[in-house]
């Protein structure tokens, strides 16, 4: 038996919003098609699987905590939005985390999150953005957020010029997203969408 199934058999996932087991967000707490948002951020076209509350934040707060399950989750309902913002050809760009929370969490939650959205969609992720540095987001405020900056180096041949969809867990402010997009596109990227698990009510205010 691989080490996988048997640790699915040992440890079952559980949805993070209800505890029933099966998923880590079962049907009936994921959110459907109606929920979805779209939006902009700096220009940016964005998709979110809907605003950050309810099951999503509890999934998103359980993805955080190390939950490989509701990453696989998480990761099957963006590839309906891999869909709707990708071209073949394209290629899905991680957000990557902090080495810290990573080590912390046993994986990069974005890197998952495009590993099984491709996956599902046929769209191949591509690591094309590397952490070089700075803090994490979570828990700044929004004027520590829009100054942080100077986060990210990208890696050119990774995209092989192909257009670049991001992924992320989150979007907040904006100022990751962003910074990413233009560190790719600097790079000779062009960057056609970000695709998030959730929208935070901070990101709808800060709209233009």
Not at 84 to 101: I, K, Y
Request: hydrophobic residues 50%.
């Amino acid at each position: 038996m691989r080490l996988e199934s048997l640790l699915d058999a040992l440890f079952p996932a559980v949805c993070a919003a209800c505890d029933r087991t099966g998923s880590g967000l079962c049907e009936r707490c994921r959110p459907g098609p109606e929920a979805r948002e779209r939006f902009a951020l700096g220009g940016l076209p964005c998709l979110a699987l809907g605003r950050y509350d309810g099951a999503l934040l509890q999934a998103v707060l359980a993805l955080k905590a190390g939950r490989r399950d509701v990453a696989a989750a998480l990761g099957e309902l963006l590839a309906g939005l891999v869909a709707e913002a990708a071209l073949p050809g394209d290629a899905l760009v991680p957000v990557p985390t902090t080495a810290p929370r990573r080590r912390a969490r046993g994986f990069d939650q974005a890197v998952l999150l495009a590993a099984t959205a491709g996956r599902i969609a046929g769209v191949p992720p591509a690591a094309a953005l590397v952490r070089t540095g700075g803090p994490a987001q979570h828990g700044l405020g929004r004027a520590l957020r829009l100054a942080a900056a100077g986060r990210f180096r990208a890696e050119p041949a990774a995209l092989a010029g192909r257009r670049a969809v991001l992924v992320d867990d989150v979007a907040t402010t904006g100022a990751t997203l962003c910074e990413a997009a233009g560190v790719l596109e600097k790079a000779g990227a062009r960057v056609a969408a970000a695709i998030v698990v959730a929208r935070t009510h901070e990101a709808a205010r800060n709209q233009p």
